[in-house]
């Protein structure tokens, strides 16, 4: 059993100088100070001096619309819409940046990275009660290495690579995203990094996390991010003379038709579709 506060809540919950890990509370307090109601002029006099260098110059302070969709069905042949939602018109996009501080343990992450590696971020999203830092690529190997060795930081391990595609987005189409855990200090955050279709590249972490070393691999034979630096880029899960990328969203769908007793069933790219 866990001992109370006066306010009879769990401290491991809410976060507590012994054990920092923050709750849902503490998000919520840096939440609303990140949206004005706290001084911005307590970054440079507080304990986080830093703050104010995280984010790049100028970064953007609203979030990116990804697409506009309409209707439950995706585009394309098959039979039409008859859902009823025809006229749902639904816009994607992504979180708005959020401006420090960011409340709870959060800033003792930010603060530190920032020095080290000062404007290591193009972005920061707070989502859910979880934080993402969208590393600039050019600097993704300082600030792992930073999170994986700083004694404040101390992020031992690399749970995960993914990737995502989203096509709209002009001259950042691919994303790879990293999830990192501390052991240490009991904290999980979130790295994004983007690069053009053009220009698939990002340095490779497996010099800082070799346990990354299958996850790139499956995030290259899926979406066609060139890890630079990687032992071994080669495909884990479709056959070696495979031919694209097929969890890009512009990856055409295969089949032939396939006859039944006179019925034809007809390839994939010819039925319906649900939207995303």
């Known amino acids: 059993m866990s001992e109370k506060n006066s306010e009879g809540r769990d401290p491991k919950v809410v976060g507590t100088a012994d054990n920092p890990v923050a709750g849902p509370e503490e998000v919520t307090k840096g939440q609303l100070i990140a949206e004005g109601t706290g001084s911005a002029s307590e970054l440079a006099s507080g304990p986080h001096a830093h703050l104010d260098r995280v984010l790049v110059p100028q970064a953007p302070t609203e979030g990116p619309v990804v697409t506009v969709r309409k209707g439950m069905w995706g585009p394309g042949h098959g039979s039409g819409d008859t859902s009823g939602f025809s006229g749902m018109t639904r816009i994607i996009e992504m979180p708005g940046t959020a401006t420090p501080p960011f409340g709870g343990w959060f800033d003792d992450v930010a603060d530190r990275v920032a020095e080290l590696v000062p404007h290591f971020a193009s972005r920061v999203m ?59 200090h009991n904290r999980r955050i979130r790295l994004e990094v983007t690069c053009p279709d053009g220009d698939a590249h990002i340095p490779s972490v497996v010099p800082v996390y070799p346990m990354a070393n299958f996850h790139e691999r499956e995030t290259w034979d899926m979406f066609g991010i060139i890890f630079d ?30 006859e039944y007793k006179g019925a034809v069933v007809p390839p994939p790219d010819e039925r319906r579709s649900y939207q995303a």
């Open 126 to 184: 707070i989502w859910r009660g979880e934080i993402t830092f969208v590393v600039l690529r050019e600097k993704l190997l300082e600030v792992v290495k930073a999170l994986r060795d700083d004694p404040a930081l101390r992020f031992e391990v690399c749970m995960s690579v993914s990737g995502v595609h989203y096509p709209e987005m002009t001259g950042s189409e691919l994303h790879a995203v990293y999830d990192l855990l501390s052991y240490t």
């Open 229 to 258: 630096g990687h032992p071994a880029l080669t495909r884990i899960l479709m056959p070696d003379d495979w031919v694209g990328h097929p969890q890009r969203k512009d990856y055409p769908l295969g089949g032939i038709p396939v």
